[in-house]
T-cell receptor, first 115, second 116 residues
C-alpha cells in the first residue's frame, strides 16, 4: 500500500523565483492538504484540494497556489519567493469526509531553502 | 478559533520508563478530534493516536495512550516503556467544525529524547 509521496526532497531557490512542489496521495485517498512548517514550529495549514478545487485556505498570500489533478495528485506553487518561505512543506492526504475523526497521513516533506 | 498549547519544549526520559507529554487545547466547537503525531528528524509526520471529544474511553494504540480530560481541555500523550527510537518531535493537533474540518491545527511540539 503506497503511502504519501512528495518530490523533490530538497530544493534551493533564490528570492523572486518560483517553485513547484508535488505530492501523490496515499492509495485510496482523494483529498490533499498542504502545510508549511518553519524551523522549530508546528505545521501551518496552507490549503486543501478535493475534486480538483480548493476547499479551504489558511492565512497564506495569493503567492501560494495549488492544483489537483484527476488522479488526485497535487502541486503547490509559490511565486516571488521570499527568504521567509524557507521551510519544510508537508503534504497530507485523507478521504473527503467532514468528520473530526478523518486522519490525515503525511508525506516526508520537501525542504525548501530560499537564498 | 482553535488553539493547541504544548508547554514542554523538550523532555528527557530513561529508556524503558514511561513519559507524559502535555497538551492543552482551546475550542468552542461542541465536537472535535484530537491527534498526536511523531516527527523524526527525517521530517515525516507519523500519526500515532486519535481521540474524539465524545469518546467515553481514553484512546490507546500499543505503547501510546491518550489521557483525555475534557473538563480541563487536556489531551496528554503517555508513552510506556520508552525506546531509543521514540526520540523525536511530538505534535498535538486538533480539528473541528470551526476549522471547516479540513484544517488541522498543530501545537509547537515537544522534543523527546530517550536516554539509554
Amino acid at each position: 500500500d503506497a503511502g504519501v509521496t512528495q518530490s523533490p526532497t530538497h530544493l534551493i531557490k533564490t528570492r523572486g523565483q518560483q517553485v513547484t512542489l508535488r505530492c501523490s496521495p496515499k492509495s485510496g485517498h482523494d483529498t490533499v492538504s498542504w502545510y508549511q512548517q518553519a524551523l522549530g514550529q508546528g505545521p501551518q495549514f496552507i490549503f486543501q484540494y478535493y475534486e480538483e478545487e480548493e476547499r479551504q485556505r489558511g492565512n497564506f498570500p495569493d503567492r501560494f497556489s495549488g492544483h489537483q489533478f484527476p488522479n488526485y495528485s497535487s502541486e503547490l506553487n509559490v511565486n516571488a519567493l521570499l527568504l521567509g518561505d524557507s521551510a519544510l512543506y508537508l503534504c497530507a492526504s485523507s478521504l473527503a469526509r467532514d468528520s473530526n475523526q478523518e486522519t490525515q497521513y503525511f508525506g516526508p516533506g520537501t525542504r525548501l531553502l530560499v537564498l | 478559533a482553535q488553539k493547541i498549547t504544548q508547554t514542554q519544549p523538550g523532555m528527557f526520559v530513561q529508556e524503558k520508563e514511561a513519559v507524559t507529554l502535555d497538551c492543552t487545547y482551546d475550542t468552542s466547537d461542541p465536537s472535535y478530534g484530537l491527534f498526536w503525531y511523531k516527527q523524526p528528524s527525517s521530517g515525516e509526520m507519523i500519526f500515532l493516536i486519535y481521540q474524539g471529544s465524545y469518546d467515553q474511553q481514553n484512546a490507546t494504540e500499543g505503547r501510546y495512550s491518550l489521557n483525555f480530560q475534557k473538563a480541563r481541555k487536556s489531551a496528554n500523550l503517555v508513552i510506556s516503556a520508552s525506546q531509543l527510537g521514540d526520540s523525536a518531535m511530538y505534535f498535538c493537533a486538533m480539528r473541528g467544525i470551526s476549522g471547516g474540518y479540513q484544517k488541522v491545527t498543530f501545537g509547537t511540539g515537544t522534543k523527546l529524547q530517550v536516554i539509554p
